[in-house]
């Protein structure tokens, strides 16, 4: 069993969707049935990677960063998406948090490569911002942690704004 976690970015522009969808079905495929996947299932790549383990048959763990989550951040055009993966995964972790903040999504990024053997990043290559807890401070801290890094970045693939 090959257990893969996922950060990516949620600002994909909607031409991306496909391209990104795609590439991690194609991922994916290399692991068959016998495939854990871990998501803290926000819109964008966690919800197309969740998408994407559910449908090639696997297991879905997901991680939610805060007790509040649900009704704090996640806004109404997504409320479905989540609330299926939520009711289709095997399991579900919620964290200590009240409150979701950074220091939630921050604790929520460090449970993904400590839950997996791999990490698939959906990752435009741009180093950190400096805020922490973003998609290229969780790929730099599974690197140092030496945890293998897949990154999907498929071309045509943009960030909106």
């Not at 068959?32 to 879905?60: K, N, Y």
Request: glycine share 10%.
């Amino acid at each position: 069993m090959t257990t893969l976690a996922v950060t990516g970015h949620m600002d994909l522009t909607e031409e991306s969707v496909p391209l990104v969808r795609a590439a991690l079905r194609d991922l994916l495929a290399r692991y068959g049935d016998d495939l854990t996947g871990v998501s803290c299932i926000a819109a964008g790549a966690d919800s197309l990677f969740a998408q994407a383990v559910i449908e090639a048959g696997g297991r879905l763990v997901v991680v939610i960063p805060s007790r509040d989550y649900r009704a704090r951040k996640v806004k109404p055009g997504h409320a479905p998406v989540f609330d299926h993966l939520v009711e289709a995964a095997a399991e579900v972790l919620t964290l200590p948090h009240e409150t979701a903040n950074r220091g939630a999504y921050e604790a929520a990024n460090a449970e993904l490569p400590a839950r997996a053997d791999r990490l698939v990043a959906v990752w435009d290559g741009i180093p950190p911002s400096g805020k922490g807890g973003g998609t290229a401070d969780t790929v730099e801290e599974a690197r140092a942690a030496g945890t293998p890094v897949d990154v999907v970045w498929p071309a045509g693939a943009a960030r909106r704004g």
